[in-house]
């Protein structure tokens, strides 16, 4: 890689976040796989080592996490974090949240989630000027979790704001692993469910009996069920959250095609899905080397941290023609829920809570652009997203 002297990237750096795209276009040309020795990782950038290597958990395991911070600091993974285990523990685990994630099951949230997100726009219908983010991505998606797991309204924020603050890089560049593992504000949530049982994600988690991996007959421990709701709380909050907020600065900045959803909704799923591609709420995922691995001519030592940087492989030329235009048109196999045994397990949700929060957000405001200057990204070093996005609204 006689190209790394010169070509620089630091995932911990905010300020390459405010537009990755061209030094991600770099990366796939100059080094597709690039080692930072500063911060001692590897990383692939073409959507061809991006989906091969995702799928290869064999090579690329998760057990350590998918986290860089957390791979490093090679830490204790509670039982049940799914997102970081291997087969068949993972498939075993996961199959338990996949019955409460079918698409019939999600298809009938529907109309809470409309409600929803019917109520928080309310108090600014009429607006000539709203923050987006705080209107309905920190909302929304807090209030449809929150109702998944069984948690009351009055406490939902709570959950989201300690996530956020987790996540949150601010002034110290890198996560603290051991405030990502951190499930003790879910415990007393458990136990009142074991003696209040309810038509919920938390209960059913309780009581679900399964085979573990050793082959006994049992249901989930505290611990477990603890790690299984951090997880998808987590989760639900922060990726829907930014993809609501891409939905508003993307709209912005190509009313060409809000125009053209205002006109014709049906095409807002699809919408959906460029979105997610042109600006992926979670821009790479890490993964621990379990062996001795070549890329381009180099070989990664087993051992190694790898990031596969999803959003560089979503606009690589060699996958989509003409990469870098934003197109509602376009018929997508985009990377940004992942690949394999770890695609995004809420994936189905998170397209159904963004069509719904776009169909009602065009139906009150059909044009709008956005005060850049009051614009703020959040500075994390594990999704990308708005923290502030004041739009002003204008005639249609």
């Not at 019939?104 to 009429?126: D, H, K, N, S």
Request: charged residues 25%; aromatic residues 8%; glycine residues 6%.
């Amino acid at each position: 890689m006689t190209t790394a002297e010169t070509l620089s990237w630091d995932p911990f750096d905010a300020t390459l976040a405010q537009d990755p795209y061209p030094l991600y276009a770099r990366l796939r040309e100059e080094a597709p796989l690039y080692h930072n020795a500063e911060h001692d990782f590897y990383a692939v950038s073409r959507y061809a080592d991006c989906q091969s290597g995702l799928a290869d958990w064999q090579t690329f395991s998760s057990r350590r996490g998918d986290i860089l911070e957390i791979i490093q600091a090679n830490v204790d993974i509670p039982p049940g974090t799914l997102i970081f285990e291997d087969p068949p523990v993972h498939d075993i685990h996961r199959r338990l949240l996949a019955r409460v994630f079918t698409p019939r099951r999600i298809a009938q949230l529907e109309p809470q989630i409309r409600a929803f997100c019917e109520r928080v726009l309310e108090p600014v219908t009429g607006a000539e000027r709203f923050d987006l983010v705080e209107t309905v991505g920190a909302e929304m998606p807090m209030r449809v979790i929150g109702m998944l797991l069984g948690i009351p309204e009055a406490d939902q924020p709570t959950f989201r704001d300690r996530t956020d603050a987790t996540l949150d890089t601010t002034g110290r560049g890198r996560l603290d692993p051991d405030e990502m593992l951190n499930t003790d504000g879910l415990q007393g949530y458990i136990d009142w469910r074991k003696k209040h049982p309810s038509d919920d994600l938390m209960t059913e988690l309780m009581t679900a009996e399964f085979e573990d991996e050793t082959g006994k007959r049992r249901t989930l421990t505290d611990e477990e069920v603890l790690t299984y709701c951090s997880v998808v709380a987590g989760a639900g909050n922060e990726t829907t959250g930014r993809l609501i907020g891409w939905f508003g600065a993307v709209m912005a900045r190509f009313p060409e095609a809000r125009r053209e959803l205002v006109a014709d909704p049906s095409l807002i799923p699809n919408a959906i899905e460029e979105i997610l591609r042109f600006e992926p709420t979670g821009p790479f995922t890490a993964r621990y080397v379990t062996k001795d691995v070549e890329f381009h001519g180099s070989t990664v030592p087993a051992g190694s941290a790898m990031l596969f940087i999803q959003a560089a492989a979503n606009r690589d030329p060699e996958k989509f023609p003409d990469p870098d235009r934003f197109d509602i048109h376009r018929v997508t196999q985009h990377m940004s829920f992942g690949v394999g045994a770890h695609y995004c397990l809420g994936a189905a949700l998170a397209r159904l809570e963004g069509r719904v929060a776009a169909e009602e957000i065009l139906r009150r405001f059909p044009a709008w652009d956005v005060d850049w200057d009051g614009a703020e990204l959040a500075q994390t070093s594990t999704v990308r997203g708005w923290k502030t996005l004041p739009l002003v609204v204008q005639g249609a």
